[in-house]
């Protein structure tokens, strides 16, 4: 069985120039978030606040941490005072909380929106037709900075099921760019899994979020 510091590596040399690789650490105890780090990951994303309230004590500021879980409202709080981007908010409500708590401590959040690509109703994340008026709304708001979009597609099927779901949300990254909009950087557009990554990558992705190809499967 290949080492984290094998899988990274081998994942960063593969990956194109302009692509970033996000180690997807739930359920990972810090030790093996720091192996990954050390092999050269820069960003690590946590779907848990208090996973990652833990593992930052222990790892610290050198890497940047992005939220990719669904944050409750009674999160946001701890959300805003330790992560770098929260890449899955979904409704206007929740980018009011954040932006309360934001202003709350003269922070400016780095944010995404999901997009639900796939218009599954048991899932989080804004339907496609609804997220250019959603992001009109969230660049409003003087404490948030809107920085692109995230997906994650259907988790079923192989992984070429996901490449219209991935294209539909690149056309929307693309046309809120060209809508050039206030407090609004369309940088990051975070798409892709381990199963799904290098179809998400052609179709433009240029933060993938990888845990079982860096970690194994989880126990």
């Known amino acids: 069985m290949s080492s984290i510091r094998e899988n990274v590596q081998a994942l960063l040399a593969e990956l194109p120039p302009g692509v970033e690789l996000e180690a997807a650490a739930k359920g990972q105890p810090p030790e093996k978030i720091v192996e990954a780090i050390k092999a050269g990951v820069k960003i690590i994303g946590e779907n848990y606040v208090q996973e990652a309230l833990a593992a930052k004590a222990v790892i610290g500021s050198s890497v940047r941490w992005h939220f990719i879980g669904h944050l409750q409202k009674n999160k946001v709080k701890k959300a805003v005072e330790i992560f770098d981007l929260i890449e899955t908010v979904d409704s206007f409500e929740l980018a009011l909380e954040i932006e309360k708590r934001a202003a709350a401590v003269a922070k400016i959040m780095p944010i ?22 959603l992001a009109r709304q969230i660049v409003e708001l003087p404490h948030l900075r809107l920085m692109g979009l995230m997906t994650m597609g259907p988790l079923t099927g192989s992984p070429e099921e996901a490449r219209p779901y991935f294209r539909e949300t690149r056309l ?17 557009l975070s798409m892709g899994m381990t199963n799904s990554y290098r179809v998400a990558i052609e179709e433009g992705a240029n933060l993938v979020r990888i845990g079982t190809k860096i970690f194994g499967p989880r126990e």
Do not use: A
């Open 112 to 133: 995404l929106i999901e997009v639900n690509s796939g218009r599954e109703p048991q899932k989080f994340g804004v339907w496609p037709e609804k997220v250019i008026d």
């Open 172 to 188: 929307l990254f693309e046309e809120l760019k060209r809508l050039n909009l206030p407090n609004c950087e369309m940088r990051y």
